[in-house]
């Protein structure tokens, strides 16, 4: 009994404590049926060769759904790139929800304030990973503009240099700060579809645990009981 017992513990306080991760994939302070969308820095790095925004999509949303916490939300991800043929804007669509960082703190109000940096700073600036980790000062590939258009010539695959911006600024710069050879390796914006606060499921408490283990421990000795009783 007392190793069932310690085994439903271990359970019920492992189910409690998963609950709490460093990757916030809901943002503190929204309520139930708020929708918001999900930003970060990719921790994986890629060149700008090719002018198929595909490409860019497949490589954010390989590194999203390698974070089981990412993976779970079903969303669509997809890069804040442009190439010759897609602008950014149009790749990640329109939307008027917040867009936050994986540490829950929000970057921009909606997609229109994400693409107005030349006269709007962002909240913050996209620094942080796939797992919630913070991101030293890195050139990022966007091949766009600060209003979410492709860089005319630095669009990523197209002459063979590409536009990079910076992930520790807030402004203009964030998206477009010059152009590199495409061949460098260098990281990426992913951003979710449009997510949805869900109904919140209350975690057990410290009560409610103990509650439990009391019940399983007065069924275990009631079936003993009967089990006695039947010999």
Not at 64 to 85: G, R
Request: overall charge negative; aromatic content about 10%.
């Amino acid at each position: 009994m007392v190793k069932n017992l310690g085994f439903l513990v271990f359970a019920l306080v492992g189910f409690a404590s998963s609950a709490s991760a460093d990757v916030f994939t809901v943002p503190p302070g929204l309520a139930p049926g708020d929708t918001y969308r999900l930003v970060f820095l990719t921790s994986t790095t890629t060149v700008a060769a090719s002018s198929n925004i595909n490409y860019y999509n497949s490589f954010v949303t390989n590194t999203a759904d390698s974070v089981p916490a990412l993976a779970a939300l079903n969303a669509t991800w997809t890069a804040i790139a442009s190439t010759e043929f897609v602008d950014a804007a149009t790749n990640i669509g329109a939307s008027t929800s917040g867009i936050y960082l994986l540490n829950g703190t929000e970057v921009a109000a909606s997609t229109a304030a994400l693409f107005n940096t030349f006269h709007t700073p962002l909240d913050a600036p996209i620094n942080v990973d796939e797992n919630g980790n913070g991101v030293p000062e890195t050139a990022v590939w966007t091949g766009t503009d600060a209003t979410g258009s492709g860089e005319p010539g630095f669009e990523l695959g197209v002459f063979g240099v590409a536009g990079d911006g910076d992930n520790q600024k807030t402004n203009s710069l964030a998206f477009f700060q010059g152009h590199v050879i495409e061949a460098n390796q260098f990281p990426m914006y992913a951003i979710s579809s449009v997510l949805t606060v869900p109904v919140a499921v209350p975690e057990p408490s410290t009560g409610g645990l103990i509650a439990l283990v009391l019940a399983a421990l007065l069924l275990e000795l009631m079936r003993r009981k009967k089990s006695s009783a039947n010999r």
